[in-house]
């Protein structure tokens, strides 16, 4: 990820990222907070679940970014 959205936005974004669990093809993960949440949802979800896809060996096709606090 950090050679799609270059150094500086990854240790940004995905600094204390969880990724959580899936959920048939939703990958849920969470972001510190809310902010980061919606910016990594909008802006980068699509890249997260093509790597996500090739990692897990199972196709994602929804990643859902949640702000910490509601874990």
Avoid: W
């Avoid at 500086?8 to 949440?37: H, P, W």
């Avoid at 979800?45 to 790597?51: D, E, G, K, T």
Wanted: charge should be negative; include cysteine.
């Amino acid at each position: 990820m950090a050679l799609i959205v270059g150094a500086k936005t990854f240790d940004r974004l995905f600094q204390g990222v969880q990724f959580s669990e899936v959920d048939g093809d939703i990958l849920y993960c969470f972001a510190m907070n809310e902010e980061l949440a919606a910016e990594m949802e909008d802006k980068f979800a699509l890249h997260i679940s093509i790597v996500a896809t090739d990692i897990l060996k199972t196709e994602i096709g929804i990643v859902t970014v949640l702000p910490r606090v509601l874990q």
